[in-house]
């Protein structure tokens, strides 16, 4: 099966959509790159669930759909069921997984017999199985432990909000999961995350610094880009955008709090929240009870197609998470010329714009005055700092700086291996 017009056979799960959200979209980059140079992929997926179809003219690359009759079938009765069967649907979620991370493992060793791979990688995920004799790459979408702590730091707000049961269901949740990561990371001999924040907890969780790189994910900077939009006086109301997922340690509390505090102080801001409460639900009453409805804007989500004309639309994308390994929707305003605000354990704030602002302190008070700066900031020096934000960017994401370092780790995983 080999064929020496491609550089190295690879096996490589990840999930993969050009137009997707922000790591399937940054996988699909990753991959169509490796193929642009070479390198021979075999994709598996689960059933056709993961199909990159943009990607199908590329014939080095070879999509290996797996199914599974039994665990088809029950899917199918889940999704006839009213909301998809609730819970149940997100039981069987992780039981299906397991059956089919197992059946790819064993997939990928078999077909390694012909295709002599020269390693595995995993995008988004650490390795769930092993191919003897060839070094596993896994690029991590978070550290491990991380969202566990951050959900008993904020107890007493998630409790408030959601009940002592949904407390009590993360804590079993993460308490398992946990369990399982420890069993599972000694696949990866190579390990890919997306700052030093996240490096530094890797090696808390006991893993070897000599087996962490760092990348961040690559952005399409063709897509995301500047654009020219009318600004009006200094005097003009102020956006701020919250784009991502909502989850406890992200901080949506933390900012309305500190957004109302601004509007008491009768600042002229307004605030747009799009975003999915993944879990801790409750989280929901704190756009409900907003004291200020008419300044803030709530949406579930937005196609990823429209995203740089509301990134070019807004005036400073506001990330205030604990914890963050790498949030791309900092790297894609960046992209577009617009500045951000991150909290100090933020890890994208390895790669932002020196004019960009990180608070000190997850406090009220730490948060609306580094908004309060970056709005006076922003009045007198707009065009230096969309320039800079932009130059950032094409410094840190462009993809084939990100794949050229990326083969770099393919090559210290080779030599390791060899020697």
């Keep these: 099966m080999d064929n020496p017009a491609f550089k190295q056979r690879i096996a490589c799960y990840t999930l993969i959509s050009k137009n997707a959200g922000s790591l399937a979209s940054a996988n699909f980059l990753i991959v169509e790159e490796l193929l642009k140079r070479g390198y021979e992929i075999d994709l598996y997926g689960i059933g056709n ?24 079938y029950i899917w199918y009765f889940l999704e006839k069921l009213p909301q998809k069967g609730g819970k149940l649907y997100t039981i ?31 995008l988004g995920l650490p390795a769930f199985f092993r191919i003897k004799n060839i070094p596993s790459i896994s690029w991590l979408q978070g550290t491990f432990q991380t969202e566990w702590e951050s959900i008993k730091k904020l ?79 200094k005097d003009s109301k102020k956006v701020f955008l919250w784009l991502g997922r909502i989850v406890p340690r992200k901080r949506l509390d933390l900012l309305l709090e500190a957004f109302q505090e601004l509007l008491k102080e009768n600042y002229n801001v ?81 790669f932002i714009s020196s004019s960009s602002w990180i608070f000190k302190e997850y406090s009220v008070k730490s948060l609306k005055e580094i908004m309060q700066i970056a709005m006076d900031t922003i009045n007198e020096k707009r065009t230096e700092i969309s320039l800079e934000a932009r130059t950032t960017a094409e410094k840190e994401f462009d993809i084939v700086t990100v794949v050229d370092n990326l083969e770099n780790i393919f090559a210290e995983a080779l030599t390791k291996l060899n020697h």
Aim: charged share 20%.
């Design 155 to 233: 107890k007493n707000t998630i409790i408030s909000l959601c009940g002592i049961k949904e407390y009590l269901i993360l804590q079993a949740f993460y308490t398992y999961s946990n369990m399982v990561n420890r069993r599972i990371y000694k696949f990866t001999d190579i390990f890919i995350c997306g700052s030093e924040w996240s490096q530094e907890n890797l090696i808390l969780w006991g893993l070897d610094k000599k087996n962490i790189k760092i990348l961040p994910y690559p952005i399409d900077l063709n897509f995301f880009q500047p654009k020219s939009v009318e600004r009006d006086n």
């Design 270 to 350: 307004h605030l747009i929240v799009i975003g999915q409460f993944s879990y801790a639900k409750g989280y929901k009453k704190l756009i409900k009870e907003f004291e200020f409805p008419e300044n803030l804007h709530y949406q579930e989500n937005i196609s990823r197609l429209d995203v740089p004309e509301l990134m070019n639309s807004v005036d400073f994308l506001i990330q205030p998470s604990e914890s963050e390994n790498f949030g791309s929707s900092v790297a894609e305003a960046l992209c577009c010329g617009v500045p951000v605000i991150l909290g100090n354990t933020n890890g994208t704030k390895d």
């Design 92 to 122: 069987w979620a992780k039981i299906s997984s397991a059956i089919y991370f197992n059946f790819i493992g064993k997939k990928a060793n078999e077909n390694h017999q012909d295709a002599k791979y020269k390693f595995t990688l995993f």
């Design 49 to 72: 669930f993961n199909y990159p179809e943009e990607l199908s003219d590329y014939k080095n690359l070879h999509y290996i759909p797996l199914r599974i009759a039994p665990v088809q």
